[in-house]
């Protein structure tokens, strides 16, 4: 079955300092694989997302994930953390005819200190 | 501009009691989708729909349903709200596998 682990449930990381969030999958074919963000009362955002081609994918706010399939991971990273980028963060793989349904990781929250 | 939109943003029922959730999206998506949020779960698909007329069920179905008589809206429907209902829910659509969900802002629901 198909399924998305985030290993990490929470990361703390200062500001400026650079940030890598793991993110694992399985799945039988080649995936849909995307990356959300979630602000405390918020929906979540599609951050970036990979289905076929370049191997590392650019995404908004300066994010950026790559794909390794020797490895079945997804790890989104940024160079430079903003306290502004503190927040939840989802994995997510599409499953399913079309990759239509998506299945979520249990997120990680991050928190920046100043 | 295009949105999706959920209301309430807020709900307190008691128990037993018969409960709808909107979502109207303006993208012409022709996919949407309801999830519930909980600690420790994050999301777990309820159910979701293709288009007109079709609805399927989710990994967490049960004491819920949908449907879809237009491409705008796919209310959610606790047939009899329950506290395991106690939850965040979220609506989402999407035009294809590819593209990403867009989601609305939520429904805080309690059930006393």
């Known amino acids: 079955a198909q399924s998305v682990t985030q290993p990490d449930i929470h990361i703390t990381v200062s500001e400026g300092a650079s940030l890598e969030l793991r993110c694992n999958y399985s799945y039988g074919a080649t995936p849909y694989l995307f990356w959300y963000v979630q602000s405390p009362g918020q929906g979540l955002q599609l951050l970036l997302k990979y289905f076929s081609g370049d191997t590392l994918v650019q995404g908004i706010k300066g994010f950026e994930a790559e794909f390794k399939r020797s490895q079945s991971s997804f790890n989104l990273r940024k160079p430079s953390v903003h306290w502004s980028d503190a927040a939840e963060y989802f994995c997510a793989v599409g499953a399913g005819t079309g ?10 929250r991050l928190f920046v200190k100043a | 501009d295009a949105e999706i939109t959920q209301s309430p943003r807020h709900k307190i029922t008691e128990t037993g ?84 969900y867009t989601f609305g802002s939520g429904t805080r629901l309690t059930v006393v």
């Open chain 1, 99 to 108: 990759g239509f349904k998506t299945i979520f990781g249990a997120g990680t």
């Open chain 2, 17 to 100: 009691r018969q409960v709808t959730l909107a979502c109207h999206q303006t993208w012409n998506h022709n996919n949407m989708f309801w999830y519930r949020q909980d600690l420790g779960h994050g999301l777990r698909l309820i159910h979701y729909s293709y288009g007109v007329h079709d609805t399927n069920k989710g990994e967490v179905s049960d004491g819920y349903s949908v449907s879809r008589s237009n491409t705008e809206d796919l209310p959610l429907t606790l047939e009899s709200a329950a506290s395991s209902q106690t939850s965040v829910y979220f609506c989402a659509s999407s035009d294809s596998g590819a593209s990403g």
